[in-house]
């Protein structure tokens, strides 16, 4: 049990606090961090979910309950932490919605596939893809719809129709290849298309760039973050790091997701927040201070409950 924790946490905590250092000693800057996360989000981890979803078989891919509950554990603690932000802690609009994204985006690409490539194989990439389709599709476009009602609620600015900023949100989002490679991943394996070894090969040389960059680029993001707690904190990091987890093994005794699924689930569930998350509060100018702060502590926090997780389901 002691392997199996630390073969699947100590790599991921080992890179990130490289990544840390070499902010600390100056050999990197905190800005440099962006083109690190350039080359995951937009090549490595592309690649790295589409090579998942190339070597799935159809039957593991075409698990509807499986979807059902990664959509419940993601989208409800969205909804639940945007009715806290907006009722309990009476945010506005803007405010209440970065603080659902902080709470219900999970790091998938930085923290989340590194641990599960580790626990589950090539197979464990399922439900950083089957996630990162429903974060792209629905929390991000949601996301974008409800700051832009705030905005205008705020400004008293002339009105956008929703379905158009839905509409042009979808758009970018399945334009974006880290939707439609693992799309066009999945399309193969459903259609029982075998690539040649030396294509395989080739995606799997920028694939396995993925999970250590993505990680050395979170601890180099991490550098200089300010350590807060306050309520918002500490509601985020017992919405994100405890509640959606629950939430996630509740989907799976609602829609009968078992065995390594339902691991991978609950697993996800618990992975920090998404420093992706602090950059749409920046963008948005609000609640910047707060997402930095979970997102700090959350990514310490998770290193413990993915080892607690990892120990009871081997």
Not at 148 to 155: E, I, K, M, S, V
Request: charged share 10%; aromatic share 8%; net charge neutral.
């Amino acid at each position: 049990m002691l392997d199996t924790i630390l073969n699947g946490l100590l790599p991921v905590a080992f890179v990130i606090v490289l990544g840390w250092f070499a902010g600390r000693i100056g050999l990197l800057k905190h800005d440099d961090a962006g083109v690190l996360a350039t080359l995951v989000i937009r090549f490595a981890l592309p690649f790295a979910l589409f090579e998942g979803a190339v070597k799935t078989s159809p039957d593991k891919l075409h698990n509807v309950g499986f979807a059902l509950c990664l959509t419940l554990g993601l989208m409800g603690t969205y909804v639940i932490a945007l009715g806290v932000g907006r009722f309990v802690f009476r945010h506005d609009l803007r405010t209440a919605t970065m603080q659902a994204l902080v709470c219900a985006f999970p790091d998938m690409a930085y923290f989340g596939a590194p641990i599960l490539a580790a626990m589950f194989g090539a197979e464990g990439f399922l439900a950083v893809l089957v996630g990162n389709l429903i974060t792209s599709i629905l929390m991000l476009p949601l996301t974008i719809v409800l700051t832009q009602l705030g905005t205008q609620g705020q400004t008293g600015g002339e009105q956008t129709s929703i379905v158009r900023v839905f509409g042009q949100s979808i758009a970018r989002a399945v334009i974006n290849p880290i939707v439609w490679l693992p799309i066009l991943g999945m399309v193969l394996s459903f259609s029982h298309v075998t690539l040649p070894g030396p294509v395989l090969n080739s995606i799997e040389l920028i694939a396995k760039a993925a999970g250590g960059t993505s990680l050395f680029a979170l601890g180099l993001m991490l550098y200089g973050e300010r350590f807060m707690i306050n309520a918002n904190v500490l509601t985020n990091l017992g919405i994100k790091n405890f509640l959606q987890p629950g939430l996630m093994a509740l989907g799976a005794v609602l829609f009968g997701v078992t065995g390594q699924p339902a691991h991978q689930a609950v697993i996800t569930g618990a992975v920090p927040t998404a420093t992706a998350a602090a950059m749409f509060a920046l963008k948005n100018k609000t609640y910047t201070a707060d997402a930095t702060a979970t997102i700090l502590i959350s990514t310490i926090l998770g290193v413990v409950t993915e080892g607690l997780l990892i120990a009871y389901f081997f």
